[in-house]
């Protein structure tokens, strides 16, 4: 119902007839001297006086760089990485800290908002960037001011709101390689009386960069479109803005591909690719999973926000933000990357959120300052269901994926039949067994290989309901003409119900059911082997056997949804000063206790029909000092920050892999300090040149991962890049050129570095003896040159990683837990045109 109300909502805007307005020839492509106006204390200052670190990507660098998604924004802010597995899963990283969890009881580490509304859930915050004013990332522990969530920092998008104060419109179009195109288009119709309705939109395609070998949709495409309404009224004092949001994005599959094993055909067992991390790719769904669906992405993700504000006074303003939202994804992957069904695996995730804020601020010469409270609710669900072929399990788990066909190289999964061979899989039975010092007899072994299931499946979700409501306040005091100290608290209260549910669909896992016998004593072990050999021990359940699970156990009825409650309070703070050295350069410090809250970790049982594990973990917590300098040289054409920080992690959450499920846990202790320089150069009126820098040593320093790296943690990171306009005259427009070049050194993919000691069973069903699953350091180089008339129209062409590096996104994933690390290729080449044609100046 949400999606159809913003159509309709945007379909009731009338297009207006609009002239076209040339703007001035000479108008200068870069304004030299512009103030960057920033919320990122929740009040507007330029970004040269605000005490922390905090980048702004406005909506002019989003037009000369061409940036469309968080992926392409975050190479170009220090302490900042995006990575975009999939809309349905990125990982929003600042400082080393990372939050991506997809769990419906885990709390984000890094918030993401959207005119002030969190939308900080790893499933639903991956949003289009379209007909955005700009957008602030806030580094540093800023739970104080944005609250749960803000461990290590905040994004802020701020989308342009309907102007009361002119009719406009622009429309933009762009067509590529592989098929790409992108239209894009808004109306902003003035009403009279300070009233005002805009309607922007988005659609975005491109067919997949990596191959399908065994045919249908390439993977790793884009398939998207979105749609934004909005509303301003200004009565007096009184001011609201209304915003509906909606977008909708069906991708096809995600290339999870091994390297271990090349691309064979399922049927003949041909080689059809190779097993680089870049190339094509020969993967396929189990047959029947979710009804049969492809591999592929179908989201769905809108909101309404409301926006108020009263002026009660030039000193005194009180702001409500209400709003609700809401998301739902299914994702279907196959998780082992090869060709076989080894593991196909689906997400079903589903939020529903609703917030309301109310905060009043005073605002004087000598003092600023807000108090306020919020309250936050979410119910939501992630549903993880898995389809095994338990006869290529087996073989995977002996080695033996090329089969027992002579002079087969081991890199070559031998065809689907062969798996079906009982003799075959009764042998590898009777060898798993021998490993463990058992004789299996080969009349047992047959029997039991004959119930082995081709589509064994099970399903576990895991629950979640938030209560939360916050109590916040902060001041700075301006004691003379160029010193100012500050602080502000937050109260944080959660009350939460955590559920889980898991259950076996179609019967037993005799797969599962044979692992556990191994490890009883001879007299249980010899019943439980000879149930497991019954005809039907596999699909039927009246058979008098424990109904066991292989990636989760079952819940008791196979099925029950069992619940724990939490409820915990805290505080976070922070204490800032400021000092301006001179009208064009200050000096800044800070103290900030960030904290995540504690969270209650849902997980299965640990044998069939057993209560559901609930684990609470203590609240996360960060001691941050941070140091800074900030100028504005040469009459405000020479931009120069830098800050140096220090943080102290407590009770740090990670994720673990246990098999093929991923569990929160605490591991310890840890830290990170570094330093995050930008700056930018306006020579002249037409020339504006940028660049950054970051260095950043996160490192755990407890447990088993003491040592280790930050996952998706580069030490250091750059870019540069200049945005040039050539005038060609009076009236003659403009020639644009935007070079741009991004660099990152060495990432992990995982807090475990991928090192072989802590990837052995019980961690994980398969050892991983190699450390593999890591990106070095790589450099893209991007490029536009286009042509500006004055009548209000461009032209351009544009690359993106212009040299056509290979580099991969990701690396590890669900088949780690199996011995089957996947890996995820990043951005190839993309070159096109674009164009663009604006009336009445819009944006």
């Not at 090349?262 to 041909?270: F, I, K, L, N, Q």
């Not at 007299?523 to 009246?542: C, F």
């Amino acid at each position: 119902m949400l999606h159809r109300f913003l159509l309709l909502a945007s379909c009731a805007v009338a297009s207006p007839a609009l002239a076209q307005v040339s703007p001035d020839s000479g108008a200068p492509a870069v304004d030299a001297g512009a103030e960057i106006v920033v919320t990122a204390q929740l009040r507007e200052q330029d970004a040269q006086d605000v005490p922390i670190a905090v980048t702004a990507i406005t909506d002019e660098q989003f037009k000369r760089l061409g940036l469309v998604e968080f992926e392409q924004v975050s190479r170009f802010v220090p302490g900042f990485f995006v990575q975009n597995q999939s809309p349905n899963n990125p990982g929003f990283v600042v400082r080393g800290i990372t939050s991506d969890s997809g769990t419906a009881y885990n709390e984000p580490r890094v918030s993401v908002y959207q005119d002030g509304v969190s939308i900080a859930k790893s499933r639903g915050s991956y949003v289009e960037l379209f007909d955005v004013e700009r957008l602030e990332v806030a580094k540093g522990p800023q739970s104080t001011l944005y609250g749960r969530g803000a461990l290590i920092g905040a994004i802020n998008i701020i989308q342009n709101k309907a102007d009361p104060d002119r009719t406009s419109a622009f429309a933009r179009g762009s067509y590529g390689n592989y098929d790409s195109y992108l239209g894009e288009g808004m109306v902003n119709l003035a009403t009279g009386n300070g009233g005002a309705i805009r309607v922007a939109g988005r659609i975005r395609e491109r067919d997949g960069f990596i191959e399908n070998l065994l045919g249908g949709r390439d993977f790793a495409s884009a398939r998207t479109w979105a749609v934004r309404g909005s509303a301003h009224q200004e009565v007096g004092d009184f001011t609201l803005d209304l915003i509906g949001n909606y977008q909708k994005d069906t991708p096809a599959g995600t290339p999870f591909k091994s390297i271990a094993y090349r691309p064979t055909d399922p049927v003949t067992g041909a080689v059809i690719g190779d097993a680089g991390r870049n190339s094509g790719a020969a993967l396929a769904p189990g047959a029947g999973l979710e009804g049969g669906r492809p591999l592929g992405l179908r989201r769905e993700v809108g909101g309404i926000t409301g926006i108020a504000t009263w002026d009660f006074s030039p000193a005194l303003r009180l702001t409500s933000i209400t709003a609700y939202r809401e998301f739902d994804a299914l994702e279907v992957f196959d998780a082992d990357g090869i060709s076989l069904p080894v593991l196909t695996a689906a997400e079903d995730a589903h939020s529903n959120q609703a917030s309301q804020e109310l905060r009043l601020t005073y605002d004087s010469d000598r003092v600023t300052a807000f108090i306020g409270g919020s309250y936050f609710f979410e119910d939501g669900y992630q549903r993880t269901p898995a389809q095994f072929d338990e006869r290529v399990l087996l073989a995977r788990l002996t080695n033996l994926l090329a089969g027992p066909i002579p002079g087969r190289p081991a890199t070559d999964p031998a065809p689907a039949a062969v798996f079906a061979n009982t003799a075959f899989t009764s042998a590898l039975l009777q060898g798993v067994a021998g490993a463990s010092g058992i004789a299996l007899p080969s009349a047992q072994a047959a029997a039991i290989a004959a119930n082995l299931r081709g589509n064994y499946l099970e399903t576990s979700t895991n629950l979640a309901t938030t209560n939360a409501f916050d109590l916040f306040g902060d001041v700075t005091f301006r004691i003379g003409d160029r010193f100012e100290i500050g602080g502000g608290i937050r109260y944080t209260h959660d009350s939460k119900e955590s559920g889980f549910t898991s259950a076996v669909l179609g019967g037993r896992s005799v797969l599962g059911g044979f692992i556990a016998a191994l490890g009883l004593p001879a007299a249980q072990r010899a019943q439980l082997l000879g149930g497991l050999a019954l005809p039907g021990a596999g699909t039927s359940l009246a058979i008098p056997l424990p109904v066991f699970g292989l990636g989760a156990q079952p819940t008791a009825g196979n099925g029950q949804v069992q619940t724990a409650e939490l409820d915990n309070g805290g505080f976070s703070w922070r204490g800032l000063a400021r000092y301006e050295l001179s009208d064009q350069a200050s000096l800044y410090g800070s103290y900030a206790r960030g904290r995540r809250p504690q969270v209650l970790v849902a997980s299965a049982p640990s044998a069939p029909f057993a209560a559901a594990r609930f684990n609470r973990l203590p609240s996360e917590t960060v001691d941050s000092f941070e140091l800074g300098l900030k100028t504005a040289l040469l009459n405000r054409r020479l931009f120069l920050d830098a800050s140096g920080f220090y943080y102290k992690y407590n009770n740090f959450q990670t994720t673990e892999q246990q098999g093929t499920t991923f569990v929160t846990t605490n591991a310890g202790e840890a830290e990170s300090y570094g330093v995050e320089t930008q700056g930018r150069w306006n020579p002249t009126a037409d020339i504006s040149v940028f660049a950054t820098y970051a260095y950043n040593h996160s490192r755990f320093q407890s447990g088993i991962r003491d040592g280790n790296r930050f996952r998706l943690s580069p030490d250091h990171a750059a870019s540069f890049g200049a945005i040039v306009g050539v005038p060609l005259g009076a009236d003659a427009g403009r020639i644009t050129l935007t070079p741009s070049v991004t660099w990152q050194s060495r990432v992990y993919f995982d807090d475990d570095n991928d090192l072989p000691a802590l990837q052995q069973p019980p961690r994980a069903l398969v050892a991983d003896n190699l450390q593999d699953e890591t990106q070095s350091g790589y450099a893209l180089v991007n490029a536009r040159v286009g042509y500006e008339a004055p009548g209000g129209w461009q032209i351009e062409a544009f690359v993106e990683n212009a040299f056509d590096k290979e580099y991969i996104n990701d690396a590890g994933n669900t088949g780690d837990g199996l011995g089957l690390p996947t890996f995820i290729a990043g951005n190839p080449r993309f070159y096109g045109v674009a164009a663009t044609l604006r009336f009445g100046g819009g944006r």
